[in-house]
């Protein structure tokens, strides 16, 4: 029974391709987000969604576009890869007003070749 | 902007040698600091909850104390699965953002 579920757990890919990340959360919680985290460890919010509505994009690049179905579910599209674009990235949820206690996925690890 | 810094970057401890954490932080109005502990390969697992300068958290060997300016992560008596990296994050108030640190990794050895 896995809080916050994300797959895959592994990308591997050339650069120029595109990728999409799916998350799923049964905790019932309003708030779903997108981090990344790089090779120092950073982990830094790149999207918020409360009850499939945007409200946090941090300065990401517009290949980056994340799609909430349901307040249930946050999938995150990656068009034409970047070597920098290389990180894990996790997903993770909140009840709406509690941001910082945050219950996140094991996390997908993307590596752009 | 938030900042929040940790130190140190990595910390070695005998089985048994008490030690603390330290994250300092700047944020526009405090609304929370949050400590949490990421295993290798996983997702960050939230420990603790901060509001104001003084307060205090505990959970099993881990207590958590805040000041105005940083805060403490006392590791009492660590075990060798207390081996982590700690993470601390602010969240400044009336905005959903949350600011993590680099993380202090510990290692305890038996």
């Known amino acids: 029974d896995t809080a916050v579920s994300q797959t895959p757990k592994y990308l591997v890919t050339q650069m120029g391709n595109d990728k999409s990340i799916k998350c799923e959360q049964n905790?019932?919680?309003?708030?779903m987000y997108w981090y990344k985290q790089d090779s120092k460890k950073f982990l830094k919010i790149m999207f918020s969604y409360n009850n499939k509505e945007l409200i946090i994009n941090e300065t990401v690049p517009n290949r980056f576009s994340p799609k909430s179905p349901d307040k249930a579910h946050l999938n995150l599209h990656i068009n034409s890869l970047e070597l920098g674009d290389s990180a894990v990235y996790f997903c993770?949820?909140?009840?709406?007003?509690?941001?910082?206690?945050?219950?996140f996925g094991e996390g997908s690890r993307l590596t752009v070749l | 902007e938030d900042q929040v810094t940790q130190s140190p970057e990595a910390l070695r401890l005998q089985e048994g040698e008490s030690s603390s954490l330290n994250c300092s932080y700047t944020v526009s109005g405090l609304r929370g600091l949050f400590w949490y502990r990421q295993d290798p390969g996983k997702g960050p697992e939230f420990l603790f909850t901060l509001y104001s300068a003084g307060e205090e958290k505990e959970k099993e060997r881990l207590k958590a104390t805040l000041t105005k300016k940083e805060s403490f992560l006392h590791i009492t008596a660590p075990k060798p699965e207390d081996s982590a990296t700690y993470l601390c994050a602010v969240q400044a108030g009336g905005y959903q953002k949350v600011t993590f640190g680099t993380g202090t990794k510990l290692q305890v050895i038996p």
């Open positions: 993770a949820s909140s009840q709406i007003g509690d941001a910082g206690e945050l219950f």
């Open positions: 905790l019932g919680h309003d708030t």
